[in-house]
């Protein structure tokens, strides 16, 4: 893993979900983590990529339908186990679903698509 990705780990990054400030503390050294990102952003389409590194923050939620449901799916199939594990890890445990996982994957992959 090249370092030049460092930047998109910075600490304390906050991601919203619903009402709750979902804290990021992004010393986390797992590597495997950021290769799945990578992998899964290195899989978008050209014009996919554009249009998810487009969007604003607020903008997010567009994706559950379509892009989340296949990533929700992934993870139900145990695809991508160690960003399923990392981003479960970010949600309240009275929120946890594969929809708030998936919530705090999007914006990973959001983040990552911004950084490339």
């Known amino acids: 893993m090249c370092d030049r990705h460092a930047s998109e780990w910075r600490t304390g990054d906050v ?3 619903e009402a709750t400030s ?3 503390t ?3 050294s797992d590597i495997s983590v950021r290769q799945e990102i990578d992998k899964l952003v290195d899989m978008l389409k050209p014009g996919d990529r ?3 590194s487009g969007l604003s923050a607020g903008e997010l939620g567009r994706l559950h339908h379509g892009y989340g449901t296949w990533l ?3 993870f139900r199939q145990n695809q991508y186990p160690n960003l ?3 981003c479960s890890a970010k949600v309240p445990a009275g929120s946890l679903s594969f929809d ?3 919530a705090v ?3 990973l992959l959001w983040r990552r698509s911004r950084s490339s």
């Open 26 to 28: 992004e010393s986390h």
């Open 15 to 17: 991601f919203a979900f």
């Open 72 to 74: 929700r799916n992934q």
């Open 105 to 107: 994957a999007i914006r």
């Open 84 to 86: 399923f594990r990392f």
């Open 50 to 52: 554009k249009f998810i």
């Open 22 to 24: 979902i804290q990021v």
């Open 100 to 102: 708030a996982i998936s």
